[in-house]
């Protein structure tokens, strides 16, 4: 079945450290996104990608990184810098910029 | 940025109730896109809207495009308790193809 597969389902990181989530999608989609959702709260653009070895900042870039070395895959890197990324965290993917996102199913991301 | 307005924020209603959700902004939208998300689970796409006054329906759910393109309307018939989730609006606006989201609508459904 065509998806987007993101992984862990939970991560847990200790203060300081960087971690990296995964999202792989088999949908031969060109446009791919990382959101951070917190409880009550919308879904807030971190960083997307419209093409393979680009992407840009979203809303809140702040403290993370991504790369775009595969078109199927759009790998998140938390880093020390992000001082509170306990959140759950949904990758997207559309097939175009223009069309409707289909999202994974998060990883949700905990501080030790 | 462009805000999204989604209410009620939460709604408690019993089986077999009608339900109705609105989402308003204050830029013009181009399209509209209404998602529900399960507990634990990234959302999926319910119904996309793509032009003003449009009107669609998936099954139980029907949508709404605003004449003003203001607003949408999310409705759902005959409520089960699998309709349990958090309903979001979206759209991309303006120059942007980036949609931005609203809060959200939490639906309990009590059997």
């Known amino acids: 079945d065509g998806g987007i597969t993101q992984s862990p389902k939970y991560l847990f990181r200790k203060e300081g450290q960087n971690v990296t989530l995964s999202c792989e999608q088999n949908l031969n989609h060109d446009a791919m996104y990382w959101y951070r959702q917190d409880p009550g709260q919308g879904l807030r653009l971190i960083y997307y990608s419209q093409i393979v070895n680009d992407f840009q900042k979203g809303d809140i870039a702040e403290g993370y990184s991504v790369s775009r070395e595969k078109k199927e895959s759009f790998p998140l890197t938390v880093t020390s810098a992000q001082k509170n990324p306990t959140a759950f965290y949904l990758c997207a993917s559309s097939r175009d910029r223009y069309q409707p996102q289909h999202f994974g199913d998060g990883t949700r991301l905990s501080i030790l | 940025g462009q805000q999204l307005n989604q209410s009620p924020q939460s709604m408690f209603i019993q089986e077999g109730e009608d339900v109705s959700m609105n989402c308003t902004s204050s830029s013009i939208f181009n399209t509209w896109l209404w998602y529900k998300q399960d507990p634990g689970e990234g959302p999926v796409l319910l119904i996309a809207?793509?032009?003003?006054?449009e009107l669609t329906s998936n099954g139980r759910l029907t949508a709404q495009f605003g004449i003003t393109r203001k607003d949408s309307f999310l409705n759902i018939s005959a409520s089960i308790p699998s309709d349990v989730g958090i309903y979001f609006c979206?759209?991309?606006?303006?120059?942007?193809?980036?949609?931005?989201f609203g809060r959200g609508t939490s639906l309990i459904v009590h059997p």
């Open positions: 809207l793509y032009k003003a006054g």
């Open positions: 979206a759209g991309p606006s303006g120059g942007s193809y980036i949609p931005t």
